[in-house]
């Protein structure tokens, strides 16, 4: 857990000089290409509103709207045909795959993705086989209230065996040509589109590169020829000379970079693991970033085709809090990032910061930067040799917390537990936004392992100030592994007795209470070793770009002067006063485990005898056993492991902190 404070120091006490360390470098998104429908060849003037132009710079979250529906063109006798016509036999039309939707409680939504997920498929909340007139958030079924989940639709494999009890219905069986056959794709468009114009549904297209209006011959793909006359490409017929056809010109596997920007570091980041959707008409692909946030799908898409990202892999799933249509809350955050033509092979796409603070834009940024936190979180585990949080955590991001910058990691869902207090989801993840009680149920179903709240200042919301609770949080999974679920259970009762307590935002207690509770003693093992691990990982991020920070004492900034270093989070820790009285959280040891692995420090600042010398971020990690629920039994357990060494200096530093 981790409370967010700003305070400043008296002059009597410490000169420093404080600057404004926080520049704001917001890139401006890129503009989409369009894509007025997924037939190539319906002109602009029919489809005038469906640029895809994302408004990420707002909250307002803003409905698709669907045109006509379009004559299938996957549909098993437009293949047979497409076949034949180019000069192959009708028998390779056989069925491929299904086009389903389903219709799940909200009760049932997740379990829903989980069951898709599993087997490598995914969920779209938008019917295929329709002209998409404006690119929205998000698609509701006008039959189906904004409360409840809409249709999902999906494309099966044949063999799909369908999650009992949730209603579905099978919308078509299809035929989905190998990556060598676009070709055909190419000319059962061509008939799916001449059955719309006969049907009034608009102008067919012609076969051509990339759906342009071809002035000459040049414009068609191979296996097709100008046809003066009716002014489109046709087919050429007889296999054009080759079983199976030469592809479609356009025809791509899409690949490039998804990236974060780092306000610290003022530069681009690949987004890691991210799950990366490429979809068009009913050919879906799925892949993930690496460590650089490339991606190559493995299917070859022709014409446009929509590259989604998903923020969610076996690690960790990370999920949006929100105040309408609930049920979303129910699926990790997603995004569509563009429809792209042509070689498709080279995109650059980019989370940016944009507008408020509560943007879309904002959070995807948040997503995108928690997701890559996690991800350092286990390089630096395997790096400093302490245990890795567990996998496949809930990790929900918000910025309606009581307090600015409010975490926690109570671990509902790897401790087995639904009964979450209201206090929690008042407190870390919808203060008076929306009536706890609502929001209850959903919480239930997707129990929350970590709350990170983002609400704060433009000018303070900065990747080393996000990532530093990011790796707090992090910290506390990594001593559940530790510790076992018995201990973690005793420390997250302790901290949501103190929540419950201290509910207020005006509480000075919020949340950890006092130190003359029984719950004190766990709480100060607990956090000393979180706060601790947030800002030595966040300094080993980003040292002196790092931007100002403090921890509810003073504020240490890149621009301090000497005997302080340049390194904010060092700082922080360094110059920690347990003996503070202004600060109601002074007992909390935070300085502590830094002045163990440290060389020592100036005693005129902090009071602190801190002669320890050089610690291993393994050795101070080692001791925290499920046995060890105070400070003092750390401090015993840590000097039984190091075989006593340095006992007089280690005992006098933690009398320095209380303890």
């Keep these: 857990m981790k409370k967010l404070h700003l305070k400043y120091p008296p002059l009597v006490l410490i000169l420093l000089v404080i600057f404004s360390c926080t520049k704001m470098d ?25 640029d895809f132009i994302p408004q990420d710079g707002d909250s307002i979250e803003r409905i698709t709207t669907l045109g006509v529906k379009l004559t299938n063109p996957y549909l098993i006798p437009n293949m047979q045909q497409a076949y034949t016509n180019l000069g192959l036999s009708s028998s390779l039309a056989t069925i491929t795959n299904k086009y389903v939707r389903f219709k799940p409680t909200v009760a049932q939504l997740a379990a829903l993705d989980s069951t898709m997920d599993a087997q490598g498929l995914e969920l779209f909340d938008t019917p295929v086989d329709y002209v998409v007139t404006y690119e929205g958030d998000y698609y509701q079924d006008p039959s189906i209230p904004d409360s409840l989940p809409t249709w999902q639709y999906a494309v099966v494999p044949t063999n799909f065996v369908f ?28 008939l799916a589109s001449l059955q719309d ?45 080759t079983n199976p056809p030469p592809p479609a010109v356009d025809a791509a596997i899409p690949a490039g970079y998804i990236y974060v920007h780092d306000t610290n570091l003022n530069t681009d980041i690949g987004v890691r693991k991210v799950r990366v959707v490429a979809r068009r008409w009913f050919k879906v692909d799925r892949t993930y970033t690496d460590n650089a946030g490339h991606f190559v799908c493995t299917k070859k898409f022709k014409h446009k085709v929509r590259i989604l990202e998903r923020f969610k892999n076996d690690d960790a799933r990370i999920y949006g809090v929100r105040g309408w249509r609930l049920y979303q809350m129910l699926f990790p955050v997603k995004r569509t990032l563009g429809i792209f033509s042509g070689t498709k092979n080279n995109l650059n796409l980019f989370n940016n910061q944009a507008g408020p603070i509560n943007s879309k834009a904002n959070r995807y940024w948040a997503a995108a930067t928690t997701h890559n936190a996690v991800q350092e979180h286990r390089d630096y585990a395997g790096q400093f040799s302490f245990s890795v949080a567990p996998s496949a955590m809930n990790i ?86 530790k510790a076992g679920t018995a201990w973690y259970n005793q420390f997250v009762t302790a901290e949501l007795n103190q929540i419950a307590a201290h509910t207020g935002a005006n509480d000075p207690l919020n ?19 979180a706060y601790h691990m947030g800002h030595f990982l966040a300094d080993q991020r980003y040292g002196v770009n790092a931007t100002c920070t403090d921890e509810g004492q003073f504020q240490y900034c890149p621009s301090n002067p000497p005997p302080l270093v340049a390194h904010p989070h060092t700082n922080v820790l360094e110059f920690y006063i347990p003996t503070l009285s202004s600060d109601p959280f002074h007992w909390i040891p935070k300085g502590l485990m830094e002045d163990l692995i440290d060389n020592g420090e100036p ?51 933690f009398t320095s902190y209380g303890y």
């Excluded at 076969?207 to 100008?226: E, I, M």
């Excluded at 207090?421 to 936004?433: D, E, G, K």
């Excluded at 499920?626 to 039994?633: G, I, L, R, Y």
């Design 26 to 50: 917001l890139k401006k998104d890129r503009t989409f290409e369009t894509d007025n429908t997924l037939l190539p060849g319906w002109s602009k003037a029919q489809l005038t509103s469906a």
């Design 163 to 190: 999650p009992s009890g949730i209603i579905y219905e099978i919308l078509a069986q299809i035929h989905i040509p190998g990556d060598n056959y676009t070709a055909i794709e190419t000319e059962a468009e061509r």
């Design 197 to 241: 114009s006969l049907n009034g549904g608009g102008s067919a297209p012609s076969g051509l590169k990339g759906g342009v209006q071809p002035n000459s011959a040049s414009y068609c793909d191979p296996c097709f020829v100008w046809d003066p006359i009716a002014r489109e490409c046709v087919p050429i017929g007889n296999g054009c000379g």
């Design 396 to 481: 929900f991001i918000t910025n309606w917390a009581a307090l600015e910058g409010l975490a926690s990691t109570p671990l509902f869902h790897k401790r087995v537990i639904q009964n979450i207090p209201t206090s929690f989801i008042n407190t870390f993840l919808a203060s008076q936004v929306i009536s706890a009680s609502k929001l209850v149920p959903f919480f239930a179903i997707v129990n929350v392992d970590m709350a990170i709240d983002y609400h704060t200042t433009l000018a303070r919301f900065t990747s080393d100030w996000l990532k530093e609770t990011d790796y707090h949080e992090m910290s506390h999974a990594s001593h559940f592994t």
């Design 511 to 529: 949340p950890y209470g006092s130190s003359n509770t029984p719950d004190a003693p766990i709480i100060a093992l607990g956090e000393g070793w």
């Design 603 to 653: 005693v005129q600042f902090t009071q602190v005898n801190d002669l320890v010398l050089g610690l291993t971020t393994s050795q101070i990690f080692s001791a925290l056993q499920s046995d060890v629920t105070t400070v003092s039994q750390y401090k015993t357990r840590l000097l039984q492991q190091i075989g006593n060494g340095q006992l007089n200096n280690i005992n006098n530093l």
